[in-house]
């Protein structure tokens, strides 16, 4: 009697090392003696019906692509959740082709969908779900790191140095928005780790909705603090998730954004950074600032199918392996994760929200001794600039405001 197929699927956006997922699953699932398919286009076509989207994949197929971005089976942000029939055609299909082994490789949603699967399959098809996103948002143990977050961490560092050292030539400022749907790890990081002016996240703001003009007010305090100090030049790197809780009243781009099968917006048809670069400009006009460039800058494709670095390469190897061991052992409706040196399985019901049926999100600690450190070094006007008078005089000098004007309209962004 032949073994049971193996399927694979990867959804929702790229990130760094999905092809190493691609590759462990499929070598250990063939030296097992499985048949392995590899669905293109995520669950677009799948859940159409569409089995033409199945890919048998051999060791041949895969044995270097752990190097590569990418993924060589495509990706899609399809919700087979979306309607029940679509759901249905993604279980009869898998079963059409005798497969009894799903690994998904995708972030909180996928999560969600790979749950969906497993409950509609009703323990026909067992599923493994691999945590992937350059947002390093899901809850991990440990604090371990999403496949994919170093790797764009550290790409997005490269990009915001030569920023950096652009702003420092030219006297000018930069606004690169990092992606984070809604999480600021990503932005935080690249500030840390190359040095950044300052990082803006939306954990900063936990009564939720804030307005575009006290951002703007956030950043101008840097940016006079600095002039104040002999420096007219720096680097503020936005988290895009910023934008989910800005005040849609007043912002009509927001409140009639796009958004995908999943009702998330698309940051891509907003531009966000756009609209802080004009209210940072339209302040700096209020306050005698008009001639100080300010330019934004996405920072966020550029990172999601870049190659793997090391540590991504090993980490994927180690999580494909494990997705298939945990489930030719008879495990089933979990998701994978490494601990230290462990690789451990944590069901899906103590990750995704039975009230939302999605996994709930990793949000940076804002009480933690790390983001204690990181704000330390960040150039921030702070509540003993407006206090010290030497200071404050300084400050209101190189604008046009004198020191208790200045205090009066920028003492809701002191820290």
């Known amino acids: 009697m032949s073994k049971k197929a193996v399927a694979i699927v990867v959804s929702g956006g790229p990130a760094p090392g999905l092809n190493g997922v691609i590759s462990a699953v499929t070598i250990e699932a063939r030296k097992r003696g499985h048949v392995v ?3 293109q286009q995520g669950f677009e076509r799948l859940s159409q019906g569409d089995a033409t989207c199945l890919r048998k994949l ?5 044995s270097r692509i752990q190097k590569q971005g990418g993924s060589i089976l495509g990706t899609s942000r399809a919700n087979p959740k979306e309607r029940p029939e679509m759901m249905q055609a993604v279980v009869q299909t898998l079963l059409d082709h005798d497969v009894a082994y799903f690994v998904t490789i995708g972030g909180d949603d996928t999560a969600a969908s790979a749950n969906a699967v497993s409950e509609a399959a009703e323990g026909k098809i067992s599923v493994c779900h691999v945590p992937k996103t350059i947002d390093n ?6 604090e371990s790191s999403t496949f994919g977050y170093q790797t764009a961490r550290e790409a997005g560092t ?7 050292e652009d702003a420092k030539t030219t006297g000018r400022w930069y606004l690169p928005i990092a992606m984070g749907r809604k999480a600021g790890h990503l932005a935080l990081g690249i500030g840390i780790s190359a040095g950044a002016t300052m990082s803006l996240i939306p954990e900063e703001f936990p009564g939720g909705q804030v307005s575009l003009s006290h951002l703007a007010d956030i950043i101008v305090g840097a940016i006079v603090k600095r002039l104040a100090n002999g420096r007219n030049y720096g680097v ?6 910023l934008a989910d809780i800005l005040d849609t009243n007043s912002i009509p781009e927001l409140a009639e954004a796009e958004r995908d099968p999943h009702g998330n917006i698309r940051f891509a048809e907003v531009d966000f950074g756009l609209l802080v670069k004009q209210a940072v400009r339209s302040r700096l006009a209020e306050i005698g600032l008009p001639k100080l460039l300010v330019m934004d800058k996405n920072v ?3 990172l999601r199918c870049v190659d793997p670095n090391s540590f991504d390469r090993e980490y994927t190897r180690e999580l494909g392996f494990g997705a298939i061991d945990f489930l030719l052992s008879g495990g089933n409706r979990a998701m994978i994760t490494r601990e230290g040196t462990v690789l451990r399985p944590i069901p899906f019901n103590e990750f995704i929200n039975p009230t939302t049926g ?6 940076v600690d804002i009480e933690s001794s790390h983001y204690r450190i990181a704000r330390s070094y960040q150039i921030r006007l702070g509540k003993d600039d407006l206090q010290n008078e ?13 020191s208790d004007r200045f205090v009066s309209e920028f003492r809701h962004v002191a820290c």
Do not use: C, F, K, N
């Open 300 to 302: 966020g494709y550029e």
């Open 37 to 39: 398919y590899g669905i």
């Open 236 to 241: 503020a790197v936005l988290a895009e998730g």
């Open 358 to 363: 999605r996994a709930d999100i990793r949000l």
């Open 137 to 142: 948002d899901l809850p991990l143990p440990g």
């Open 158 to 164: 490269a990009i915001v140095e030569t920023l950096m």
């Open 390 to 402: 030497e200071m404050l005089a300084r400050i209101a000098a190189v604008t046009s405001l004198d």
């Open 58 to 62: 051999e060791i041949s197929d895969v």
